[in-house]
């Protein structure tokens, strides 16, 4: 669903301002503390330029290009596993085989079976030739000639019949061979050497392709149709992808389709995207954060939201400076972005602000910084 950030920063700021305003009649920021026994230790972040994304956002679900269920064409016992599970496989790859005997040896009657048809036809034709003579020297009738030449085709035919079943075999042969149709990574196999396997017993393992990979995610059909009001076109924008840990994606993606049903039950349009998967961090079925936003994005001063304090004349920081001195900051509040503030006035980039031990300080006390590694 679409996440607006209009009023995130607002709220948020009133909260804490509110929670301030109840802490400051017992231990405000800048009253006097009792002087610390020992070196005050605090964490630091740097202040820092980010390209934060502030588009549209939607809940996505990563699916697979590919996706296919390796099921065995033939029955039989399975004799071997080729490659080992979750291994990754080119299209071709060998995966599984069947035991061939039985194919082997039904294709060796079905090639003496064309022999012999193929032997009749030879037969049926030499008949056909001597009769055709014979019948021109008006030794034998009509009638006859004609049952030869049906004699022909039905011998024809047969052999044509048996050739079919030659193909059929030599098919079957080759089915005990499995092969990877695509190129992806592999699943659990659902059988071991020696099971007996087949067409109605279930696929034996299944493959997922990697790269690329697309994204689903539904758009109510609001915004969908003020996007095609304003005529834009997909190539307009760009969507991008926030993993689970709270990370963009570094590849972007662009917009496949949309899909041709609205959803009755939230009026939404599931739109389809793509991305290249180089690093494998995209997994089929995963969740992820998606937005939708322009092209070219300038960067921002952020702060972590652990290190924005606000009393009842506004926002503010405690910075940590080159000599370890801790001072107070006013600053200018933008969005929020996670857990990220933007900071649009008050704030150089690289300047330290303390994320954590705050309520240890005062202005211009020493402290022992420690700069936080998330």
């Known amino acids: 669903m679409y996440v607006s950030n209009s009023n995130k ?32 230790s605090v964490i630091v972040k740097k202040v820092e330029l980010k390209k934060l994304d502030r588009g549209m956002q939607f809940q996505g679900r990563v699916r697979a290009n590919e996706k296919v269920d390796i099921i065995a064409r033939v029955d039989g016992f399975l004799r071997e596993q080729r490659i080992r599970d979750g291994e990754m496989v080119a299209k071709g790859d060998l995966l599984f085989v069947i035991e061939p005997d039985r194919y082997q040896a039904e294709l060796a009657q079905q090639r003496a079976n064309v022999d012999s048809a193929a032997a009749s036809v030879k037969l049926a034709q030499l008949d056909l030739s001597r009769n055709r003579e014979m019948y021109q020297k008006k030794a034998v009738s009509k009638s006859t000639l004609d049952q030869v030449e049906a004699t022909l085709k039905q ?6 019949r048996e050739q079919a079943l030659l193909k059929l075999s030599q098919l079957n042969l080759q089915y005990t061979q499995i092969k ?28 997922v392709s990697k790269d ?29 992808l926030t993993l689970a840990d709270g990370e963009p994606y570094s590849e972007e993606g662009k917009v496949l389709f949309r899909g041709i ?27 992820v954060m998606v937005s939708i936003g322009p ?22 920081v405690m910075l940590v400076d080159r000599d370890n001195k801790v001072s107070k900051r006013r600053i200018a ?3 929020q972005s996670g857990s990220l503030i933007v900071v649009e006035q008050g704030l150089e980039a690289g300047e330290q602000v303390i994320v954590s031990g705050v309520q240890k300080v005062r202005e211009g ?8 590694e998330e």
Request: charged share 15%; hydrophobic share 40%; net charge negative.
């Open 295 to 316: 092209r070219e994005i300038n960067p921002q001063l952020v702060i972590p939201q652990s290190a924005l304090l606000v009393d009842q004349e506004g926002a503010f």
């Open 333 to 335: 509040t933008g969005d």
């Open 180 to 207: 990877s149709p695509i190129t992806g990574q592999l699943g659990s196999a659902k059988f071991s050497p020696g099971a007996l396997v087949g067409p109605s017993l279930g696929p034996l393992i299944e493959i």
């Open 9 to 40: 920063i607002y709220q948020w700021t009133m909260g804490v301002a509110v929670l301030a305003c109840f802490m400051s009649s017992a231990t405000p920021v800048n009253a006097q503390m009792p002087p610390p026994t020992g070196p005050v």
């Open 155 to 160: 011998t024809s035919a047969a052999l044509d």
């Open 212 to 240: 690329p990979m697309r994204v689903e995610f539904p758009v109510p059909q609001k915004i969908v149709i003020e996007f095609q009001k304003t005529g834009k076109s997909k190539e307009d924008g760009v969507v991008r």
């Open 261 to 287: 049903h609205a959803d009755s039950g939230t009026d939404s349009v599931q739109i389809t995207a793509e991305f290249a998967n180089p690093d494998d961090l995209l997994i089929n079925n995963q969740l």
């Open 365 to 372: 006390l020493t402290v022992v910084p420690t700069l936080s």
